[in-house]
């Protein structure tokens, strides 16, 4: 089952206010979260927790495309490994092994010229076939600023 998704939210003048991206959290306490953020560096650095970014990597589901952003100075600050973002990583079929997935991860889209844009589709319904987020009320409507839950672990469907 895909998950539909909406467009970003656009001004009357053409311009994304903001897009969706999903959180992976390293502290398995805490739910992953589908949020809308500004499409901006502060805004994803802050969805982070803060400090500088790194585009850990580019990646494609079918005609989809991503990029997992991670803290630039995760082995510096020894953040914590981040098992779920493994996890999706495998999902997605990152065969990328060199990257140490620390610290909180976000994924969002990325278009042509690699801009942020909507998490896409695909990468929501890897997350939630992998247990990682629950299954939106209306899978249709991906568009409420709420957050969806995670499970504790990764279910087996």
């Known amino acids: 089952m895909l ?5 970003s939210c656009v001004t009357a003048r053409g311009r994304v206010e903001a ?3 999903l959180r992976i959290p390293a502290d398995s306490r805490e739910h992953c979260s589908l ?3 500004a499409p901006s560096a502060v805004a994803l650095s802050d969805a982070l927790g803060g400090g500088l970014l790194d585009d850990a990597y580019y990646g494609a589901v079918g005609p989809d495309c991503y990029c997992l952003y991670l803290d630039e ?3 510096t600050k020894r953040l914590e ?3 779920r973002a493994a996890v ?3 999902r997605l079929g990152w065969e990328n092994r060199s990257t ?3 610290g909180d991860a976000l994924l969002v889209g990325a278009d042509s010229r690699r801009n942020d844009v909507d998490v896409p589709a695909s990468v929501i319904t890897a997350a939630w076939r992998g247990g990682l987020i629950e299954q939106p009320e209306e899978p249709t409507d991906l568009s409420a600023p709420r957050s969806l839950q995670a ?4 279910a087996h469907r």
Not at 3 to 7: A, C, D, E, M, T
């Open 3 to 7: 998950i539909g998704s909406r467009s």
């Open 19 to 21: 897009i969706r991206a």
């Open 35 to 37: 949020l809308f953020l």
């Open 73 to 75: 100075e995760r082995l």
């Open 81 to 83: 490994l981040n098992h």
């Open 88 to 90: 999706m990583a495998a």
């Open 100 to 102: 140490c997935l620390a």
């Open 151 to 154: 499970f504790d672990a990764p």
